[in-house]
């Protein structure tokens, strides 16, 4: 918690009394960082320990099989939990402490890298199925989620969460999962490790794409954020504090969307929940109730020795990020939003042919939509064929879209329809 200011005030009058709270709580990311207390045996020192009784055998195998690949890849991290993996010389409680790495401590990311521009994209959906149980959404998501861990050059590691997104590998979590390491790896629910290298971040919007060399794999269904209202049922999935507990599912409610919340000197627009998160859970999914991936589980108020947060989580909106996550696809960094340069009143009006239209009340000088012939004071009646009622409809048919394409907009002006094709371009980021 970077700042806090709590303060308690007190009045009475005529035997009432008022008891006032104010307070600042600063957001924090929730990833779990790992500090490796003891020296590590040499890799030929480095054994397996045999598996332990049957249900102990996926979270020992998960174990052992995450140790051997980050041994084998340099990174100077063990897993001594529970004595899975130990040495004489080491205890199998309290291996690890959780704490913020200090100023000065992460390093230049230099995990290697994946080539860019191969065409692949993230999809989402702007429809969806029946609703489904806790436990088909669990069924349906959980084998998409994965561990991430990340290692550090002083022999740290810090350990988050991801959400495949293609059969052949491309992953989504937080760039604070991945940034400062000198390698990355990521682990199924089957156990099943895979050396990742790193496609693209961006520390500021809090997005990383990661690629393992895989094929089938169990790829999650993204759905459209924008439709989700506030007290809707969602749930998260994730590493909370660390891979003891891999794969915890959480539910809860939307609490708020489109909330803006200050961290890291930048501000976020981001999906309020109060589905539990806990450090680990960076990066993973949360999931609307028919399945689908709408958000990725970022940050959580944390409490204090003075006061106690509960229930605050947030999560970055898939629906207005998702153009963010291709441009780290396609170029490693973030390019601007494609725009069309014009300003809409948000209330729809009646238009000559019966239906209702959009009223232009700005036009972008040189920008898209005055190139494509827009006046203030006309009005969008249809994108793309599609009759739109509102701004939020005209967005998301924009975000289809990618700079240098066409979109159709059919006009109204002075009672006259005409098509404007709209050249979309970049914006600066």
Same mark, same amino acid.
């Not at 207390?37 to 099989?65: D, E, I, M, W, Y």
């Given at each position: 918690?970077?700042?806090?200011?709590?303060?308690?005030?007190?009045?009475?009058?005529?035997?009432?009394?008022?008891?006032?709270?104010?307070?600042?709580?600063?957001?924090?990311?929730? $990833?779990?960082?790992?500090?490796?207390?003891?020296?590590?045996?040499?890799?030929?020192?480095?054994?397996?320990?045999?598996?332990?009784?049957?249900? /102990?055998?996926?979270?020992?195998?998960?174990?052992?099989? =995450?140790?051997?690949?980050?041994?084998?890849?340099?990174?100077?991290?063990?897993?001594?939990?529970?004595? #899975?993996?130990?040495?004489?010389?080491?205890?199998?409680?309290?291996?690890?402490?959780?704490? #913020?790495?200090?100023?000065?401590?992460?390093?230049?990311?230099?995990?290697?890298?994946?080539?860019?521009?191969?065409?692949?994209?993230?999809?989402?959906?702007?429809? /969806?199925?029946?609703?489904?149980?806790?436990?088909?959404?669990?069924?349906?998501?959980?084998?998409?989620?994965?561990?991430?861990?990340?290692?550090?050059?002083?022999?740290?590691?810090? $350990?988050?969460?991801? $959400?495949?997104?293609?059969?052949?590998?491309?992953?989504?979590?937080?760039?604070?999962?991945?940034?400062?390491?000198?390698?990355?790896?990521?682990? =199924?629910?089957?156990?099943?490790?895979?050396?990742?290298?790193?496609?693209?971040?961006?520390?500021?919007?809090?997005?990383?794409?990661?690629?393992?060399?895989?094929?089938?794999?169990?790829?999650?269904?993204?759905?459209?954020?924008?439709?989700?209202?506030?007290?809707?049922?969602?749930?998260?999935?994730?590493?909370?504090?660390?891979?003891?507990?891999?794969?915890?599912?959480?539910?809860?409610?939307?609490?708020?969307?489109?909330?803006?919340?200050?961290?890291?000197?930048?501000?976020?627009?981001?999906?309020?929940?109060?589905?539990?998160?806990?450090?680990?859970?960076?990066?993973?999914?949360?999931?609307?109730?028919?399945?689908?991936?709408?958000?990725?589980?970022?940050?959580?108020?944390?409490?204090?020795?003075?006061?106690?947060?509960?229930?605050?989580?947030?999560?970055?909106?898939?629906?207005?990020?998702?153009?963010?996550?291709?441009?780290?696809?396609?170029?490693?960094?973030?390019?601007?939003?494609?725009?069309?340069?014009?300003?809409?009143?948000?209330?729809?009006?009646?238009?000559?042919?019966?239906?209702?239209?959009?009223?232009?009340?700005? #036009?972008?000088?040189?920008?898209?939509?005055?190139?494509?012939?827009?006046?203030?004071?006309?009005? $969008?009646?249809?994108?793309?064929?599609?009759?739109?009622?509102?701004?939020?409809?005209?967005?998301?048919?924009?975000?289809?879209?990618?700079?240098?394409?066409?979109?159709?907009?059919?006009?109204?002006?002075?009672?006259?329809?005409?098509?404007?094709?709209?050249?979309?371009?970049?914006?600066?980021?």
């Amino acid at each position: 918690m970077d700042e806090e200011n709590n303060n308690l005030s007190l009045s009475r009058e005529q035997g009432i009394q008022e008891v006032v709270l104010h307070y600042e709580q600063t957001a924090q990311p929730i $990833v779990e960082y790992y500090v490796q207390p003891a020296p590590l045996p040499g890799r030929k020192q480095s054994q397996p320990a045999p598996f332990t009784p049957k249900r /102990h055998r996926g979270r020992n195998f998960f174990l052992v099989c =995450l140790a051997a690949v980050l041994l084998s890849g340099g990174t100077i991290v063990a897993l001594h939990m529970s004595g #899975v993996i130990g040495t004489a010389d080491t205890k199998p409680s309290n291996v690890y402490e959780w704490r #913020v790495p200090s100023a000065g401590e992460e390093s230049k990311t230099s995990i290697p890298a994946y080539p860019n521009g191969d065409g692949t994209k993230l999809r989402y959906e702007e429809t /969806h199925g029946d609703t489904l149980t806790i436990q088909q959404v669990y069924e349906k998501v959980n084998p998409s989620t994965v561990t991430v861990m990340t290692g550090l050059p002083n022999g740290n590691a810090m $350990v988050g969460t991801g $959400v495949i997104f293609t059969q052949d590998g491309y992953i989504l979590t937080n760039a604070h999962v991945i940034v400062g390491g000198t390698e990355c790896y990521v682990v =199924l629910i089957t156990g099943e490790c895979f050396e990742a290298k790193l496609v693209g971040f961006d520390e500021e919007k809090d997005l990383a794409v990661i690629k393992v060399d895989g094929h089938d794999l169990p790829a999650a269904q993204f759905g459209d954020s924008d439709a989700l209202t506030v007290g809707d049922t969602v749930y998260a999935i994730g590493n909370p504090l660390g891979v003891n507990l891999r794969g915890t599912l959480t539910d809860g409610i939307v609490s708020a969307i489109n909330r803006d919340v200050y961290v890291g000197g930048t501000t976020m627009t981001l999906i309020q929940t109060n589905a539990a998160l806990n450090n680990g859970n960076s990066g993973g999914p949360l999931i609307n109730q028919y399945g689908q991936v709408v958000g990725i589980n970022t940050m959580k108020m944390g409490s204090s020795t003075t006061m106690s947060v509960e229930g605050l989580g947030f999560a970055i909106p898939i629906a207005s990020t998702a153009y963010m996550i291709n441009d780290l696809i396609a170029y490693g960094e973030i390019h601007g939003e494609v725009v069309i340069g014009i300003t809409v009143l948000n209330a729809s009006a009646a238009a000559a042919d019966g239906g209702t239209g959009l009223e232009i009340a700005e #036009v972008v000088k040189n920008g898209p939509g005055e190139q494509a012939g827009i006046q203030v004071g006309d009005y $969008v009646l249809a994108a793309d064929g599609e009759r739109l009622t509102s701004s939020n409809d005209l967005i998301r048919i924009r975000r289809r879209h990618e700079a240098g394409e066409i979109l159709r907009l059919t006009m109204e002006r002075d009672g006259k329809q005409y098509t404007a094709e709209v050249i979309l371009r970049e914006s600066a980021k």
